[in-house]
């Protein structure tokens, strides 16, 4: 059955007619607009600006846009990634078992690499060989790593740790200040092999590979030299970079500096997220009603971004991550019959954590002349118990909850500089408190909202095609700049010629 | 005079029926399509899009909205922040001398408290009583100081620095991690001596106020008490925030670590970019250049954000600074004659540093179905010599060209997936190297094109009315919950009360 177009939608085309409807927040309480995104993580859409009506197209949508039949068919191992002829398995590396029969050896296989990533971490450690661990790779190979390092910086950490993804040599010079390098040990990491950032950082060290290089890749990639290495991690062509986190690569940096059980929680906090997407009822389906709710926001009311602002400190660079897993997976011109769109697909994402965005650019998301849906994050408690972290944590806490209130409802006043127009949704994702579990569930979360929205906008959200002409004219500077002039006269320009 | 309505010139609708024109990119040399932007930065926008014609409309948008006017009256004192009846005298701070005899005394105060500032650096480096400096401050108050000491990194440091900014009790126990408390100098700043954040991380302090805090703010605010500190630094109301980094603000910080003949520098830079604000002919005004093209971009082809990409590593935050001065500035909704706009104003600002970017959310540059302008900012040369960083410098920089010329010219493709379909303009900021005074170049040009801007718009750039409505509700969340249903369910639901 062909999968019907977005704009062609009767419950698509009721919903573009139906403007956001914040009556419900008079009648929320405390309980009510609130469902499950895993574990102990809460997702709340009470001030989101939607009501039953909405809710009852959404289901529509979803049916139309046969959004659970494409979801079966990734977890049954189908090559959804159509462009690079893939399967897309991310879901298996936490999975408590294969969802077939034909996925089990692949699953065997993810968690006999992971396992052997957290042993190796684990044994490094009990070698005390090393006092710093340098990661070195870039996109989908650093994002996660550096998110999940700062987000769980209140635990111990057994090693220093940077993360160095830029080919700007003071990239690694900056990492590098402070550590004795014969003490450190590296993770080289690319899916590829190729990347030209991580090997020319892998080039600068000056070390003995075989002593303190762990590299992280696929098999038979230009890594895969077992020999010139302390060791070689795997991962496989169906894990994606930006959904890489859950692979050897998010298991070897977490069990290092925080040890394998805290990798595990993490896991088992993503395998409690992923395991609602199955619900059927989309409001017990945290993941797919803030898909289509976010695609009611782009496509219906034209909102062109969304913003994250996470009022937890330690996850100061969520926002970097949904940017890259948001933005590189659904920025997308063409669906997945090869067509060009005729409508919107994902949104601009950034962000900055609370209270610090509030100083910095919520003067426009109040009073701008874009609405901006917002995407919170919340934990009820701080991470130590102090009583000044107290007074602190309700501080911060009241300014979220202020926010939230104050973007929906507004505020008239006479003078049109001073007044609120409101009608700015937003939802929230909320704890008790960060853990490496609840830090599993909110990515996994996110994981899964924008797989929806490739599904619902009928788009490969798993291949990234749109870097290769960048990649491919950068070679041409540096091999063969003068084969094209404006190429060359650009290079002349910069200096490089 | 009155100022007519952007939406009323017939240059601005000449524009908006005009598209992009990248011709001009086959033709362009190397030494076209540029001026300077202050010293030795420079502003290239041969893949900006634009032609002749365009420059000749944008020279009529210009005349027709009063923006030299406009400037004149900023510059000769006239209370242009209307909302909060100010003067904005940014320029003052690193100006050689009053632009009218009115001002020379404000000009004098100004000067004498940052060398005041830039002697008290120097006393306390010469007194060796610190390890560490740790300046507490939000907004306008933090980010220009974290975009510079990160910045200038590649210099010598006098003392461990750290910045914060968040209420959330972790970010200053972060901060103060391996720092010996005793042994640490504070600088406390907030202009108003009111700002909730700023004043619990203060609480938060169990240490000799007297003894080893510095207070910045403006006389007779609640901060202003010299018995109770080291020392007071004074700024004054007619300097806003986030144009507070060439005030005492700026000075210290920047004077306590990297000494102060860089702030110095980074002044002269500064002011350099300036004095260019004067000129007649708009290609050879940078900033003035840069904002018309701004509004074409936002207004009359209707793009909702641009991106600041820069290829220097240690410009990271340049993005986030940018977004807070842009965004703040511009994100409004009324005109300075106090009617709502019916037009668009300030754009979304993002950001990451390239080459991280290319692997991030470039998919979405190149593919995604909205444009975004691109703001690069690039140096010619690495920080330091040795062969390694040239060869890094130049797959940096090979990068750089190749994603102006790739996002602007696009590539033919018959699989719409691995087409590109170019027109994505983009600009360049471009020095031979970065040092205090190209940062302080660099910041100005911004600052000054986000004000011509506001006079393009017609809006006040200088107050931030958007931001009280969040913070009268956190005080009724606090002091008076039950007050307001909505406001005490929503404080219920994240555990307040």
């Known amino acids: 059955m062909l999968t019907k177009k977005l704009n062609d939608l009767s419950s698509f085309n009721a919903l573009c007619s139906m403007p956001l409807d914040f009556s419900g927040l008079y009648n929320a309480t405390d309980d009510s607009h609130r469902v499950t995104a895993g574990g102990n993580l ?68 993810f968690r006999v690499e992971n396992v052997r990533a957290c042993e190796l971490a684990e044994e490094l450690w009990q070698e005390k060989r090393f006092d710093a661990v340098v990661h070195i790779g870039i996109g989908g190979s650093a994002l996660g790593p550096e998110l999940v390092m700062e987000a769980l910086s209140y635990l111990p950490q057994r090693y220093i740790v940077r993360v160095v993804s830029n080919v700007d040599p003071q990239a690694l010079i900056s990492a590098m200040k402070g550590l004795n390098p014969e003490r450190t040990l590296f993770l080289v990491v690319s899916k590829s092999g190729t990347t030209q950032e991580t090997n020319a950082n892998l080039q600068s060290l000056n070390i003995d590979s075989k002593k303190q290089v762990i590299a992280i890749t696929t098999p038979k990639s230009s890594l895969d030299r077992p020999d010139d290495f302390l060791s070689v991690l795997y991962m496989e062509e169906s894990i994606g970079g930006r959904y890489s986190i859950s692979s050897p690569i998010g298991a070897c940096i977490i069990s290092l500096v925080y040890g394998a059980e805290q990798f595990f929680a993490f896991l088992r906090g993503m395998e409690r997220s992923d395991v609602l997407c199955h619900g059927e009822n989309i409001t017990e389906n945290a993941a797919l009603l803030d898909a289509v709710l976010g695609v009611y926001y782009r496509n219906a009311r034209e909102y062109p971004a969304i913003a994250v602002i996470s009022y937890v400190h330690v996850l ?7 940017q890259q897993l948001d933005m590189e997976s659904n920025g997308k011109q063409s669906d997945v019959t090869g067509e060009l769109v005729d409508y919107a697909t994902g949104p601009i994402v950034f962000g900055e954590p609370g209270t610090d965005a509030q100083h910095s650019f919520f003067q426009f998301l109040h009073q701008g002349t874009i609405t901006v849906p917002l995407q919170f994050v919340g934990m009820r408690n ?87 002409l960048g990649k491919r004219l950068t070679n041409q500077i540096l091999h063969d700049p003068r084969s094209d002039l404006v190429l060359y006269n650009m290079a002349r320009r910069i200096g490089l010629v």
């Open 382 to 468: 701080p991470l130590d118990s102090s009583e000044d972290s107290q007074r602190k944590q309700s501080l911060l806490n009241a300014n979220l909850a202020a926010q939230m209130v104050a973007l929906a409802r507004g505020q008239e006043n006479q003078n049109p500089n001073k007044r609120f127009l409101g009608g700015r949704p937003s939802t929230l994702l909320l704890a008790d408190s960060l853990s490496a579990e609840v830090m599993g569930s909110i990515i996994a979360h996110f994981e899964n909202k924008i797989m929806f929205q490739g599904f619902l906008w009928n788009i490969n959200s798993f291949d990234q095609e749109g870097v290769q």
């Open 42 to 109: 809460e997702f709340h859409w009470a001030t989101a600006g939607i009501g039953n009506e909405h809710i009852d197209h959404f289901a529509s949508i979803v049916d139309d846009m046969r959004v659970r039949e494409k979801f079966a068919d990734m977890c049954n191992g189908e090559r959804i990634n159509i462009g690079e002829q893939r399967s897309v398995l991310h879901h298996l590396l936490r999975a408590q078992s294969a969802p077939n029969a034909s996925l089990s050896p692949v699953w065997k296989r």
């Open 316 to 322: 100061q660079r969520l926002s970097a991550y949904l």
